[in-house]
């Protein structure tokens, strides 16, 4: 089992920056993949980022590409979420997730573990 912890989110105006974290913990020797999702009210729990955890390479969704930054920290079993330049439309629970699969992707069915999530609001 691998226990996930998110932390970070809060209520920010347009334009503004948060950073997300999620910190792991169990059997994260693992784990293939990690990634952040987020779902709306009355949307679909969405794809955003994906960090892959033996030599970082990322992934990210269109709608985020070039304003968010996705990174980790193998010594504290870390996985971060910076987010810039914030829109309205980014408002949602964030949640991180972890696949011990190289084929999930950004699918988030081929994801086993997922934290509670954490509450992201921007004004406008």
């Known amino acids: 089992q691998v226990q996930l912890v998110e932390s970070g989110g809060g209520l920010v105006q347009a334009g503004g920056s948060l950073r997300l974290s999620c910190a792991a913990s169990?059997?994260?020797?693992?784990?293939?993949?990690m990634g952040w999702f987020r779902q709306a009210p009355g949307k679909e729990r969405e794809f955003v980022a994906r960090i892959r955890w033996s030599d970082s390479t990322t992934y990210y969704a269109d709608s985020v590409k070039g304003r968010f930054i996705i990174s980790r920290d193998n010594a504290k079993n870390t996985v971060y979420l910076q987010m810039n330049s914030l829109k309205p439309e980014d408002t949602a629970v964030y949640y991180c997730?972890?696949?011990?699969?190289?084929?999930?992707?950004?699918?988030?069915?081929?994801?086993?573990?997922w934290g509670q999530g954490t509450q992201v609001t921007v004004s406008s």
């Open positions: 997730a972890a696949t011990s699969s190289r084929f999930s992707g950004s699918n988030r069915n081929g994801y086993g573990y």
């Open positions: 169990g059997r994260t020797f693992s784990t293939y993949a």
